[in-house]
């Protein structure tokens, strides 16, 4: 009987699978590529009552162990909420392909014709927490743009996910593609996450979607390159020169409209010129922030400097203007003018999304240079932070990093490039 | 007395500084840039003495420790090399600035407008070896480029680098710059490396540039985004359709030009159908390439199929095929047409240059699209992999990385980009 296979071992087994894969991808046309997409859906289709099935046992399992509410609906998948995922698998087919896009031609004074092309990056690793959407999305995505997928899910989703994966496997093979083409870890050791980390060679790129741990543990073990859609901790700034209307409106949206994704408002930073101005214009405006944020049940943390202008609020800990809430709790600050919001976000920002809100296009312009962030809005919600809404047509995720990707990432962040050198016997002299 | 600095606590603070340092550049006017760079133009030429003397020292003390003398040529400047880096200085403050390009801007149907901007990258920390150019070649680009740098040197170079950055940082402060725009580290603790690549939040892109061990050092210890420049196996493979004159001036120039590059060919791969075929062409090609690898010197290493091929080779062993030999020696192997090359190169190679020579168009095609590296080659020498012949007026280094920058790595890759969004009071629905 042969000694049983370590962790590290599966892995490295299952990412040179999906290294062979890649090769055969990095070839194929677009429209193998869209069938294959195509018969995915139909299978996520075909196997609708053994993933229902098997994502009740996750459900059942994690209420069992008593998985707060939130999680377990975002664990849930009801009927609808699969015909919507192969739904989102047949619209990635309809995309443009990304690959092959010529990026730019130069024609040296010699003669050497450079091409630069868009070309697959290769294997991907995705290492994600409990929405099993993610397991189908994000291999579908990095299918369209030519690359194999090793997803790492998380445990609590476990039947779920690999219900998901032996549907995109079986979609895979009956269009004539490797199921290596998207391959999920089958078991939730730990080690999983550090082996797959290390494959150097294999693994083209790891992209971490998840809370601090996770990430954590990701760049820790990670020897290849990582992409890390980490955490918002977006703000909005009102500056003095603002429209009491506008800034009511954005500061409610970015906060209020959807507050557990990652551009969603954690911070309202306001401008110490408002207070100190006793025009109507600035006190409509606190006054107004004050009365609609209670109106919507908006837990209020403020500085010491804001607090006085919340009835009701309580005193932030240093610790909220570092954490992503994720609910309707919102820190408040006063800052003194734009330079005094740089410096807030500066030290407190994720480089995801901020905003300012203002009338005044030069403290606008010093705002979005100062920032150094992925996002910066001028008079808009941060929450249009999303692929989506940039008009990508589909979404992998936001991008924290600054390297290669940032921001939302699309089908076109999901490939890299490669020159093609034309000569007719050139060397160099 | 206070307890002397671990090396991990000086780096922290070097890097620290130049974080603040990269927030002034990040706003810095092209004019105040490019004056900056004049600047330290003028004071490398002014401070020539103190540098040659440094220089000497680091020459006495590598020769005294028997420092081959490939390596001390490298070491070594002169008047005219220090003049040349001095002139390269000025070359980098003539060319335009790669910050504030619009990259692209798209207006959504709902009115935002969304602006695609290069910006600079932030702290860049570069790792590297013995050749002190390197180190004003560097920190010149990065700071064109909007960046802050922390520079780390071969010990065998501390005099001269320590000499060069005086200069390099009474540049920048009589042009209004603190010197924290690029600081070597200055001491030579093998400590510092790993201390320099886990400042994650300070240092936001480590370049190592140089050999397996550095660049293994690197990797193993990173927390933050690497991008390596690492060695080139360069290939040529001449197929049975190359011209044969073509293929000759190719692998002559590719191996024997600058041998001792990244760019130059390691391993010739040899189409097995030229030896089956009895034409004259095919005849020809390997009768010349014997002869004038022969005539240029050139040590062969033969596999065991092209061994009979080429009298005077030795049989090349398993690790060669994998060894950048940087010098006047080249690996052979017969391979089974396109795909055999493929085969090997995909095994062996680096992902940096590969070359074909061919009059088939349908094999060149194959080639460009199944390697999968940053510069492949129809036709022409794997030596043009340079920044300055692709037209990007300076480069830093090839990238052997696929993430963010791949192959030159001049000034534009040099920066990122951020998303600046315009609405007029923009609300998500």
């Given at each position: 009987m ?8 599966e ?42 099935a ?18 377990l ?111 999920l870890?089958p ?32 760049v ?16 909005v ?27 969603a ?59 992503e ?17 740089l410096?807030h ?29 992925a ?7 941060t ?26 990432m699309?089908?076109a ?16 002299g």
């Amino acid at each position: 009987m042969p000694a049983p296979m370590s962790v590290h071992e599966e892995i490295r087994l299952l990412c040179e699978d999906a290294k062979r894969a890649s090769r055969l991808l990095a070839e194929a046309s677009s429209e193998l590529k869209d069938a294959a997409l195509r018969s995915v859906a139909d299978s996520l289709d075909a196997a609708r009552e053994e993933i229902l099935a098997a994502n009740a046992g996750d459900v059942a399992a994690a209420r069992e162990r008593g998985m707060p509410p939130a999680m377990l609906d975002r664990l849930t998948l009801t009927p609808a909420r699969l015909a919507g995922i192969a739904a989102g698998v047949r619209e990635i087919a309809a995309l443009p392909d990304p690959v092959g896009r010529l990026l730019s031609r130069e024609v040296r004074p010699n003669g050497l014709r450079i091409d630069k092309v868009s070309v697959p990056i290769g294997v991907i690793g995705v290492i994600y927490e409990s929405r099993p959407n993610v397991t189908v999305d994000t291999a579908a995505l990095c299918l369209k743009a030519g690359n194999a997928t090793v997803l790492r899910g998380g445990s609590e989703a476990i039947r779920t996910n690999a219900a998901l994966a032996r549907a995109f496997a079986a979609g895979l093979e009956r269009a004539g593609l490797p199921a290596a083409c998207a391959r999920l870890v089958p078991f939730t050791d730990r080690e999983a996450v550090p082996a797959l980390c290390g494959q150097t060679g294999l693994v083209d790129l790891i992209i971490p979607r998840g809370g601090h741990g996770l990430v954590k543990a990701v760049v820790e073990s990670a020897r290849v390159p990582v992409i890390k859609h980490y955490h918002g901790i977006c703000h909005v700034y009102v500056d003095a020169a603002a429209d009491p209307g506008m800034a009511v409106r954005i500061v409610l949206n970015a906060k209020c409209s959807r507050p557990g994704v990652c551009n969603a408002m954690e911070t309202l930073l306001l401008d110490s010129a408002l207070v100190a101005d006793p025009s109507e214009r600035s006190v409509k405006v606190l006054a107004r922030l004050a009365a609609e944020l209670a109106a919507a049940q908006v837990e209020l943390r403020a500085d010491a400097r804001a607090l006085p202008l919340f009835p009701g609020a309580r005193p932030a800990t240093p610790e909220d203007f570092d954490t992503e809430h994720l609910a309707l709790i919102l820190n408040v600050a006063l800052v003194d003018g734009v330079d005094g919001a740089l410096a807030h976000i500066a030290r407190h920002g994720s480089g995801h999304s901020d905003a300012i809100v203002t009338d005044d296009a030069s403290a606008a312009e010093k705002f979005l240079n100062g920032v150094d962030g992925a996002c910066v809005y001028w008079n808009a919600s941060t929450r249009f932070t999303d692929g989506g809404e940039f008009g990508f047509g589909a979404e992998i995720g936001i991008s924290t990093d600054k390297l290669h990707a940032r921001g939302p990432m699309g089908l076109a962040e999901l490939t890299t490039y490669k020159y093609r050198i034309f000569g007719s016997g050139h060397t160099r002299g």
